[in-house]
């Protein structure tokens, strides 16, 4: 069941099913470990077999050998008449041979006078007991032969073989039943290998088919597995996974949406006023108003597209650097920068800091949050207003609170004022210049700093920005 590029529809690569070889290796080492088995009983029961025939068989030769170690000479015929006598000496075949392994006598006739060359009669003769056993074709059949002695003098040796049909069957319906559990496991071994192999190969060909459908774009689609296992487990992982890039889709073409309104709108007012130049005879005068128009809409568009670039920089590459600083400089620094728009406004500033408030920031990250917030306070703000910042330690935290006597933000606004674009109010947002873009600037550097915002606000009456970082604990870092 290889699966390759033919039934692989993007056809890019050729593969095959890892979960089809790592099956069939699960055959092949079970079906070794059961013919393993199968050879361990027959050999072990094979072995029990003859060491239960080698007591009794070794007990025969010997008490034939002492018999016939009674007689000085061993011949033919007193060999028949001692072996006659004893009626115990029930075995399939008996031969006595001289020293020189001529046979002197064969319960079987037929070796009579012949050399018997058997190695276990050459090792008898050598002085020591012999026996062997074996198995053929469902008989067993166990030889053995020991020495005769007269007077401490070697004069021959006894050999017996005897066959057992009856153990032998026993060892063949052992091994028959051995091989038949083997194959009814191999069998099912066999099966399970490759309905599970199936199994797993369309449940992760499910799972490649949604990543090529995700790959053209869709990315609503969702991998359904079934069960809890890692595949399963793969699958919901997947679909996170596409959750998070349909959202993160759906986020970038909304801002692109966005951005592009927010452009086409200065554009539009620059287009109408330079062909307003072109096409009227006007004065002087209201020729540099219009120009001056003109300047004023692009450094709304040089605004707008300093915060977009500052926002994607802040997406695809949030600064991971950082620095010990002290909050209440930057602060100063900022209200200065921005004395002269609080002057246009007609707002005064109040600071309340305290100093040292140590945190682990990066200086421009901090300037940046402040001036949108400062200048925000100024720009919503009403003639005669004030603006107070305030800096001061709470536990662990160093918190900066801005907040004015502006005109408000109504309730319903407030979830929205850290999403990109949005204007609580657009008519003012536009007439000052605003883009929507500031406080979701700050969110983002305030988030990727370990930090926390927070609007509150009362339609009318003025609103507050409260900023919290964890203070760096100078002493700890010591
Ligand atoms: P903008 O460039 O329009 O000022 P911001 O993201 O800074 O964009 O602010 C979003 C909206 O929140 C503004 O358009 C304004 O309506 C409202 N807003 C922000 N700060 C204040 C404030 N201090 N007082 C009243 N409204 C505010």
């Known amino acids: 069941m290889a699966i390759t590029s033919e039934n ?24 070794a470990v059961l013919v393993f088995l199968n050879l361990y009983c027959s050999t072990i029961s094979k072995r029990l077999i003859y060491r239960s025939k080698e007591h009794s068989l070794v007990e025969k030769c010997h008490l034939a050998a002492d018999e016939l170690g009674t007689l000085e000479e061993l011949d033919a015929f007193a060999i028949s008449q001692i072996l006659g006598k004893m009626e115990s000496l029930t075995v399939t075949r008996l031969i006595v041979t001289d020293p020189g392994c001529a046979a002197l006598y064969d319960s079987a006739l037929t070796a009579a006078g012949q050399r018997i060359l058997l190695p276990e009669v050459l090792q008898a003769l050598e ?3 012999v026996f062997n056993g074996d198995y053929q074709k469902g008989v067993v059949i166990c030889r053995a032969a020991t020495p005769i002695t007269h007077g401490g003098k070697r004069i021959g040796c006894v050999y017996m ?17 051995v091989f038949q559990i083997t194959a009814v496991l191999e069998v099912f071994v066999l099966l399970f290998a490759l309905i599970y192999s199936a199994r797993f190969g369309l449940r992760m060909s499910r799972i490649m088919n949604s990543m090529r ?18 595949l399963a487990m793969l699958g919901r992982e997947f679909n996170d996974l596409t959750d998070r890039l349909q959202l993160s889709e759906q986020k970038r073409t909304q801002f692109v949406a966005d951005a592009s309104h927010e452009i086409k709108t200065p554009l539009a007012s620059i287009k109408l006023l330079s062909d307003s130049i072109l096409q009227n005879d006007m004065d002087a005068a209201t020729m540099r108003e219009f120009v001056a128009d003109i300047g004023a809409e692009a450094e709304r568009l040089n605004r707008m597209t300093e915060k ?10 949030p600064s991971s650097e950082v620095e010990i600083i002290h909050m209440a400089p930057t602060i100063r620094r900022v209200s200065k920068i921005l004395l002269p728009t609080a002057q246009a406004a007609g707002v005064t500033v109040e ?11 990066l200086e421009d990250d901090l300037y940046q ?14 003639p005669g207003g004030k603006l107070e910042v ?5 536990g662990d935290n160093a918190v900066l609170t801005v907040s004015d006597t502006g005109t408000g933000i109504p309730e319903e606004a407030l979830p929205h004022l850290f999403e990109r674009f949005y204007r609580a109010d657009k008519s003012r947002s536009r007439a000052t210049g605003g883009s929507g873009l500031g406080l979701s600037i700050v969110h983002a550097f305030v988030q990727n700093n370990g930090g926390t915002i927070r609007a509150q606000s009362t339609l009318g009456k003025g609103s507050c920005f409260t900023v919290t970082f964890p203070l760096f604990d100078t002493e700890a870092a010591l």
């Open 213 to 230: 459908i995700i790959q053209s774009g869709d990315y609503s689609h969702k991998v359904v597995i079934g069960g809890s296992d890692e």
């Open 351 to 361: 600071l309340h800091l305290e100093d040292p408030c140590p945190v682990l920031l």
């Open 161 to 177: 073989t005897e066959y057992d049909p009856v153990r032998g069957a026993l060892v063949r319906s052992l091994q028959i039943h």
């Open 8 to 31: 692989n529809p993007s056809g890019s690569y050729r593969y095959r099913s890892s979960q089809f070889l790592y099956a069939m290796t699960y055959v092949a080492v079970t079906l």
């Open 390 to 394: 305030r800096l001061f330690r709470e």
């Open 308 to 317: 977009l670039l500052a926002l994607t920089k802040l997406d695809s590459n």
């Open 127 to 129: 002085g020591d007991d």
């Open 369 to 382: 949050i402040v001036f949108n917030l400062m200048e925000n306070g100024m720009k919503y703000n009403v």
